[in-house]
């Protein structure tokens, strides 16, 4: 530049000096096309300022050349392309989030390197204006042969760009539709956002978005389409890669095999413990029934029944449920004639009847209240106890009268009843009345129902009857449906006069005895006494009272007496008054609640209650329903396994699901809370199996449940639990601290489940993961569960 110059000042026009002069400026014009390339095709901005100022700098060169007949078709076309590109960019101006973070690198660097260059395309055009009239014929050639080659390389690169706009364009569409997002540590997969952009704007301006400790919340979090965020199509393929990996099953040091047991599919630790049961000295009391959990719990995976598929939805699997799921027919062999359940194709029917309603439950359900109004189904009544409940029909009808049922039932010869009514969608738990107390609080059941359930009730002392005294409120019904009501054999003659001395020693009153023309059975309701008058005034004490010390909640393996409990009648006390009618007990706080009394959380125990219930209705309202992605009408059996005061449970009480509150052994005893409220549950050891069959649960929570038992349970003993009693595409939503998720979040993909959403604030954590179909290959033969 500095010789063109100075030839300028001297004024020779030599023919050698003028190609010399030539010839450098278009090497100068040359090296900044090529600098000028090279920047392009590495940085490949999408912003439309970057796009013009590359058209601009094409327009310089074409300047420089001065070749107006060849260039002017040329130009036209480079505008054209650009003209388009910059029409195929409007949707990312000003947006430069919506581009993947590789392709916004070194877009700060552009606009320095493109002044400079158009400052020397500035000097290059005045030297090349001068020498206009001198241009040789070879000179010409040679831009001719220059202009052609940068025409194709402008071309390729808008090829480039095109093909790079309409990738992101795919991924933008993709992330639209599926939605991800990515904040301090979030990754979240949702169906439908675009009603989540107003909780967006919320959480961005409040504080409140996970507040720490046991009242924590997440609310709402909406899908982000600006930002440097991976898009929703390249983490879903990574993470799906990622779990059809062979090696993903051995992550972080993980690997999972399937139990072998005697009982397959239907494997239940603490109940299927075979050698725990053959050393057992006697089985009188039923207790080859009762759990015996090994002392080192199972880590394996249970095995899928061949055939498995996904559940049938309630309320069509009242009625029928598939047969490659449950199969087993020797219920309908045995008990088809009673209409517990049949077999059709390739379901399971089940026409609603039982032993004493094989006319269907309904009408059987109607005949009890019309025998005792004050019954009131779904009002008075709200929480009841089902003992030997069979296939749960009476539980799954009185859903109709707004009632809710704990059906029970033995895992015996009555092949898999309970199983039944879990898939089915009617809750059920494997426990049998034998030796210890049923983990359940003393005075809790508004009513508890035997319909030929085939306990002995009259025997040594009535001790089972006594356990039944205990699970009842004061002023509650029993309501026993057996033969000895209403047949005159002799052993049913024996029975029946042995129970009415036992009920009048027990001061219950006999409201009704009656009988269902329809099914032809006889029914007798009794009523527990609400005062200590008539124990007072018995000329026997037998059955005895408890001591005072006895304490009727204790109930986790606690030996049956038999003795009855002392009726409370301080206006204080709990059990001295029936609860507030359904639904209106659901949100007020128990009677028996004092101020005095400090709360799980620290509060005042009234304002505890309250808070708590205030907070659940705002996570599942603001989270759980919509903030997801979960399709709440696939989800019918719901699992609380920290449950506290059942505030998750009761702001779940619309929806057409039942909840399990479980209230952890070592956790403060607010079950009794529960059942206050119309809700219901049990009492339970997290590092032991719960006493329920395999694949029986749709959607379980975890409320700062793990970091509990991390530091006393085998903890993968645990998560091998929950994936037992979870079903196939089940869901589990885990709040916990960000160390507790992490560590779970490494085992469920272990596991090869989905992960769908993980929260990280403040050291509170949020997981959300759905269980798959993958099961291991290896097997684990488990010793103590094989005959």
């Keep these: ?400 009268r707004d009632v809710l049922t704990m059906s029970l039932a033995p895992k015996d010869e009555h092949e898999a009843q309970v199983q039944f009514a879990l898939e089915r969608g009617i809750p059920a738990i494997s426990a049998v009345m034998g030796t210890k107390r049923l983990p359940y609080p003393g005075r809790v059941f508004d009513i508890v129902h035997c319909a030929r359930c085939r306990v002995p009730w009259h025997a040594e002392g009535g001790k089972l009857l006594l356990e039944l005294n205990r699970l009842l409120r004061p002023g509650g019904f029993f309501v026993w449906s057996a033969t000895p009501i209403y047949q005159k054999l002799p052993e049913d003659v024996e029975i029946w006069e042995a129970m009415k001395k036992l009920t009048q020693a027990m001061c219950w009153e006999v409201v009704s005895i009656t009988k269902d023309e329809l099914n032809g059975v006889g029914i007798a309701v009794y009523r527990k006494p609400t005062s200590n008058e008539c124990y007072e005034q018995r000329s026997q004490s037998d059955p005895p009272l408890c001591q005072d010390s006895d304490d009727p909640n204790a109930a986790w393996n606690v030996p049956l007496q038999a003795c009855m409990h002392k009726v409370p009648i301080a206006s204080s006390e709990r059990g001295s008054q029936w609860p507030e009618q359904w639904p209106a007990r659901v949100d007020k706080v128990p009677y028996w609640l004092l101020s005095s009394e400090v709360g799980v959380y620290g509060k005042p125990a009234p304002e505890d209650f309250a808070a708590d219930y205030a907070h659940w209705k705002r996570v599942v309202k603001k989270s759980y329903l919509n903030g997801l992605g979960i399709n709440w009408s696939t989800v019918r059996n719901v699992m609380d396994m920290r449950a506290v005061y059942g505030g998750f449970a009761a702001a779940l009480r619309e929806l057409n699901l039942w909840v399990m509150n479980v209230v952890p052994i070592d956790a403060p005893d607010t079950l009794p809370i529960i059942y206050e409220r119309g809700l219901f549950g049990i009492y339970h050891d997290w590092c032991e199996s719960f006493s329920t069959y395999p694949r029986t649960y749709d959607l379980l929570h975890a409320d700062h449940l793990f970091s509990k038992t991390k530091s006393k349970c085998n903890f993968k003993a645990v998560v091998s639990e929950v994936d037992r009693i979870l079903r196939p595409e089940g869901k589990i939503i885990v709040r916990d601290t960000v160390e507790t998720v992490s560590e779970l979040e490494n085992l469920f993909k272990s596991l090869q489940w989905e992960i769908r959403m993980t929260y990280s604030k403040d050291n509170e954590g949020l997981l959300y993961a759905q269980k798959t179909l993958w099961r291991p290959k290896e097997e684990e033969i488990v010793t103590y569960a094989i005959a």
């Design 1 to 400: 530049m500095a010789l063109g110059k100075y030839s300028r000042v001297d004024g020779r026009r030599s023919s050698s000096g003028y190609c010399s002069t030539v010839s450098i400026v278009v090497v100068v014009a040359l090296c900044l096309v090529g600098v000028w390339m090279m920047t392009s095709s590495s940085t490949v901005p999408a912003q439309t300022d970057v796009s013009q100022g590359n058209k601009n700098e094409v327009k310089a060169h074409v300047a420089e050349n001065n070749d107006q007949n060849n260039n002017e078709g040329n130009k036209g076309a480079v505008d054209d392309n650009h003209s388009s590109e910059e029409g195929n960019l409007k949707q990312f101006e000003d947006n430069p989030g919506d581009l993947p973070e590789d392709a916004t690198k070194g877009d700060n660097g552009v606009t320095p390197n493109q002044d400079e260059k158009n400052d020397k395309s500035e000097d290059a055009e005045k030297i090349t204006e001068e020498k206009e009239e001198e241009k040789s014929e070879e000179k010409s050639e040679m831009k001719r042969k220059k202009t052609g080659k940068k025409k194709r390389k402008i071309q390729q690169l808008s090829r480039k760009m095109k093909m790079k706009r309409k990738k992101m364009r795919i991924l933008q569409c993709s992330g639209e539709k599926d939605g991800e997002k990515e904040e301090g540590k979030i990754v979240e997969n949702k169906k439908d956002d675009e009603s989540d952009q107003g909780s967006t704007e919320k959480k961005e301006n409040s504080s409140e978005v996970f507040p720490s400790g046991a009242q924590s919340e997440l609310l709402n979090e909406s899908t982000t389409e600006n930002g440097a965020f991976s898009t929703q199509a390249s983490e879903s393929k990574k993470e799906k890669e990622a779990q059809k990996s062979s090696l993903g099953e051995k992550q972080n040091g993980n690997s999972w095999k399937l139990c072998n047991t005697s009982a397959g599919p239907d494997y239940i630790p603490c109940l299927d413990n075979l050698a725990a049961i053959r050393k057992l000295s006697s089985t009188k009391h039923y207790e080859h029934r009762e759990r015996h959990c090994p002392e080192n719990p199972p880590t394996c995976l249970v095995p899928l029944p061949e055939g498995y598929q996904r559940p049938i939805e309630w309320p069509t699997s009242r009625e029928k449920i598939w047969y490659h799921n449950v199969p087993h027919t020797k219920l309908a062999a045995v008990k088809g004639h009673q209409n517990w359940v049949k077999v059709s194709g390739e379901y399971l029917i089940f026409p609603g009847g039982g032993t004493q309603f094989k006319n269907g439950a309904l009408h059987y359900i109607d005949t009890i209240q019309q025998s005792v109004p004050e019954v009131a189904w779904g009002k008075r009544s709200r929480v009841v106890l089902d003992v030997g409940c069979g296939v749960a029909s009476f539980g799954g009808f009185l859903f109709e």
